[in-house]
């Protein structure tokens, strides 16, 4: 069963916990948060006091998906600030498997994030280390952008070398998912879908969460 994980970036910030309950209600079961620090990409948005925040107002999954450099810095922080899930980029961080360790030592779930040019290969050593993967199907910074196509073979190539070690790694996936193509992700094994602009950018959060989950199931 896949779970939808609604991107926050795409949301109206003056209105978070009204949005954040629109999409509960459209069956979203996680929160993704996008935090940017102006350096691993070219953009900043939100950070450990905006996480504090939402974790007093909702019991949904939190998930924070760390675009900083040098994330073993802060990951840990993450978690302490209530995030259930945090993932730190393969091109980021030097020492993967001890932050990676660290979060899980903190009691979150970690997850390895590679971004589109990454081979899937520099994940070997560290998988065990991680709760998921966040294949990245957009080079990250911005929502709205375009999927780009030649992540779907990536991600069956990335099924099969997790299936291939018999490792429990679940696989995530962001960026330019929207109602016309969810169900061919979820079909090549992807388990979280992370979409922004297709649920917050359409006026009617609940609306739009709950026709991608319904794309995502109606032929499977
Ligand atoms: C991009 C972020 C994504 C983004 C996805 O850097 O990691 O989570 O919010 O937005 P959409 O679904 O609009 O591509
Ligand atoms: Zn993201």
Redesign the pocket.
């Known amino acids: 069963m896949f779970e939808l994980a609604p991107?926050?970036?795409?949301a109206d910030f003056t209105r978070l916990a009204e949005e954040i309950r629109a999409v509960e209600k459209g069956g979203a079961t996680i929160l993704?948060v996008?935090v940017?620090d102006g350096r691993f990409?070219p953009?900043i948005t939100i950070g450990l006091p905006v996480v504090k925040s939402i974790r007093k107002i909702t019991d949904l999954t939190i998930d924070c998906?760390l675009?900083i450099v040098e994330p073993g810095t802060y990951a840990v922080e993450f978690v302490n600030a209530g995030a259930n899930m945090v993932s730190v980029h393969v091109e980021a961080d030097v020492h993967l498997q001890r932050t990676l360790t660290a979060i899980r030592e903190a009691g979150g779930q970690a997850g390895i994030?590679i971004n589109p040019a990454t081979p899937l290969v520099s994940l070997e050593e560290a998988l065990p280390f991680a709760d998921f993967v966040?294949l990245?199907?957009?080079?990250?910074?911005?929502?709205?952008?375009?999927?780009i196509h030649t992540s779907v073979d990536k991600l069956r190539r990335l099924r099969r070398m997790i299936d291939e070690r018999g490792l429990p790694t679940r696989i995530e996936i962001?960026?330019?998912?929207?109602a016309g193509n969810i169900q061919k992700i979820v079909e090549s094994g992807a388990e979280i879908i992370?979409?922004?602009?297709?649920?917050?950018?359409k006026g009617n959060p609940t609306e739009a969460a709950r026709e991608m989950i319904e794309a995502a199931t109606v032929w499977v």
């Open positions: 991107s926050l970036l795409s993704h996008d940017m990409v953009n998906h675009m994030a966040l990245m199907s957009v080079n990250p910074g911005f929502g709205g952008q375009k999927f962001d960026g330019g998912i929207d992370v979409a922004g602009s297709a649920v917050f950018g």
